[in-house]
């Protein structure tokens, strides 16, 4: 089981990156995904969340209007599209994939891709 994440890096206040986030290893069809952040010194949060057929969103207060979570399941991949970043939206950003049946949860974290935004 992997879960890879890719498209962070450092960007100005205002501008926008496109997080990925490749899963590997299980049905991935079958499983909610999210997007979590952990900022120096403080907790991880959820920023974003979506459902298995990607019908159902949610969203942070502080990144509603501003980010956009979508899935492609052909392409086994989650994405978590940033605009109008702000230096606050500074942190590790970690996928995660959840999926629960009768008897079992499967929870699967990414490695983290590190977003930083700074002038």
């Known amino acids: 089981v992997q879960l890879v994440e890719s498209g962070g890096g450092l960007v100005q206040p205002g501008g926008s990156l496109r997080l990925s986030c490749r899963a590997s290893?299980?049905?991935?069809?079958?499983?909610?995904m999210s997007w979590y952040r952990q900022a120096p010194g403080k907790e991880r949060e959820l920023v974003a969340a979506?459902?298995?057929?990607?019908?159902?969103?949610f969203y942070a207060d502080s990144v509603k209007g501003r980010f956009t979570i979508s899935r492609d399941n052909a392409k086994n991949t989650v994405y978590l599209q940033m605009n109008s970043l702000k230096p606050e939206d500074t942190a590790v950003y970690y996928c995660?994939?959840?999926?629960?049946?009768?008897?079992?949860?499967?929870?699967?974290w990414g490695q983290g891709t590190q977003v930083t935004v700074s002038s």
């Open positions: 995660r994939g959840e999926h629960s049946d009768y008897d079992h949860e499967y929870d699967y």
């Open positions: 290893g299980f049905t991935f069809s079958s499983y909610a």
């Open positions: 979506i459902t298995s057929g990607g019908g159902n969103t």
